[in-house]
Structure formats: structure tokens, C-alpha cells
């Protein structure tokens, strides 16, 4: 299996900025996509951005432009990096990893935007 913790999270004004991590762990050989969702109060999970094992990336529209995920193949880790974050960005953001077999997720992350 794989073990996914991620941090970063936390409080910042709009327009401000948050990097979220996410550190893999175990089988991470087998993973072929990792990626961000988030999950406001009484809203569905969204997927916010993803990368493939070759590096390909993919972002929510209410992002591009603000949001960028990138990796670190030699840490294990996968990054969120947060511009101009917006109040509707407030959300508890999740970090994934898919495998042939299955997925596996973080705990989750806080992020709160302020207005």
C-alpha cells in the first residue's frame, strides 16, 4: 500500500499564498497518478490538480493560472503550490495517490481563506 501524509495548511488573507506537501510512502513504485482534491463544508470532493508518473498535470478551471502541482521524485513528494487564494478556496484539501490497484488518501489539510 501507500501512505500519504501531507502539511502546509492553514490560515492566510485573500490573495495571499500556501505550499501544500505530500510525502509518499511504501509501494511508491506502483502509483501511476497523484494528485489534490478538496472538500468544502456541504459540498462533493473536487479534484484540484493531479500529475502523472510522466509528469503530464491536469488543474480544476477555478484554478489555472493560480495553482501549481509539481514533484520531487527524490523526496517522494508532491506539492501544491497556492497563489491568490480566494475565501471560495477555503476547504479541507486531500492528497491522493492512484494506483492500478486502488487509491489510497491523505488526512486532509486545512486550508482557510479570509476575506
Known amino acids: 500500500q501507500v501512505q500519504l501524509v501531507e502539511s502546509g495548511g492553514g490560515l492566510v488573507q485573500a490573495g495571499g499564498s500556501l505550499r501544500l506537501s505530500c510525502a509518499a510512502s511504501?509501494?511508491?513504485?506502483?502509483?501511476?497518478?497523484m494528485g489534490w482534491y478538496r472538500q468544502a463544508p456541504g459540498k462533493e470532493r473536487e479534484l484540484v490538480a493531479a500529475?502523472?508518473?510522466?509528469?503530464?498535470?491536469n488543474y480544476a478551471d477555478s484554478v489555472k493560472g493560480r495553482f501549481t502541482i509539481s514533484r520531487d521524485s527524490t523526496k517522494n513528494t508532491v506539492y501544491l503550490q497556492m497563489n491568490s487564494l480566494k475565501p471560495e478556496d477555503t476547504a479541507v484539501y486531500y492528497c491522493?495517490?492512484?494506483?492500478?490497484?486502488?487509491?489510497?488518501w491523505g488526512q486532509g489539510t486545512q486550508v482557510t481563506v479570509s476575506s
Open positions: 511504501g509501494r511508491i513504485f506502483s502509483i501511476n497518478v
Open positions: 500529475i502523472t508518473s510522466g509528469g503530464t498535470s
Open positions: 491522493s495517490a492512484q494506483m492500478s490497484y486502488g487509491r489510497s
